[in-house]
């Protein structure tokens, strides 16, 4: 049972390149998000998601775009990479609502160069 | 600005003995405060959660303690083993779980 599936697991990226951080969950979620991690620092929700066709901002949104056309995939890119979007890129999913447990992919860790 | 903060980076205990692991909150609305365990390499996964409306929640030899006065919480893990050593998360959410917030983690080790 995969569970959340992210990648790539590593990548660097120079200035101004852009790529998309795939991920995707065979759980059957509703929800989905996308969190970041810098060193010394707690989890930053940029996106979530609440079904396919749905998104809202997070807490740190700006330099991302994601998408959610289906109930499994929810895919985040970043246009004109830039060093301060150096982090660990993580997703999650959880069933709905009601129900407070994340499932968090094992991240992708991003180097902006 | 953090709403959830973990104050200790990092902690060493001997195994066999209790490791207590606090988080600290400021939002008085958060509702709902859990615990997530991270193994270097893997994502987090989910430990133990506590209800505002407990005071406690026991799972095994985790517990969580929950102060709402004092926007506190502590894991406590009795006994300690080798295998607990990780990094720690505390996250809290609000009433409808779309966001949650998280601490910057504390490192645990547990000494053989």
């Known amino acids: 049972n995969a569970g959340v599936t992210q990648t790539p697991k590593f990548r660097i990226l120079k200035i101004g390149q852009s790529m998309t951080l795939q991920c995707t969950q065979d759980?059957?979620?509703?929800?989905m998000y996308w969190y970041r991690q810098d060193p010394g620092m707690g989890l930053k929700l940029i996106y979530y998601?609440?079904?396919?066709?749905?998104?809202d901002k997070g807490e740190v949104p700006n330099g991302y775009n994601v998408s959610r056309s289906t109930t499994e995939d929810f895919p985040l890119r970043l246009e004109l990479a830039a060093p301060s979007q150096t982090s660990v890129y993580f997703c999650?999913?959880?069933?709905?609502?009601?129900?407070?447990?994340?499932?968090f992919g094992s991240g992708t860790q991003l180097s902006v160069l | 600005d953090q709403q959830v903060k973990q104050n200790s980076p990092s902690l060493s205990v001997q195994e066999g003995r209790i490791s207590i692991l606090n988080c600290d909150y400021t939002?008085?609305?958060?509702?709902?405060f859990l615990w997530y365990k991270k193994y270097p390499a893997e994502g987090p996964t989910f430990l133990i959660s506590?209800?505002?409306?407990?005071d406690k929640n026991e799972d095994g030899r985790f517990t969580v303690f929950l102060n709402k006065s004092a926007k506190h919480l502590s894991l406590h893990i009795v006994p300690s083993q080798p295998g607990d050593s990780a990094v720690y998360f505390c996250?809290?959410?609000?009433?409808?779980?779309?966001?949650?917030?998280f601490g910057s983690g504390t490192k645990l080790n547990v000494k053989p």
């Open positions: 939002n008085s609305m958060f509702d709902y």
């Open positions: 999650a999913s959880s069933r709905d609502i009601t129900n407070e447990k994340l499932f």
């Open positions: 996250a809290a959410s609000g009433h409808n779980f779309n966001k949650f917030y």
């Open positions: 998601s609440v079904g396919a066709g749905i998104t």
């Open positions: 506590i209800s505002s409306i407990k």
């Open positions: 759980m059957n979620h509703n929800y």
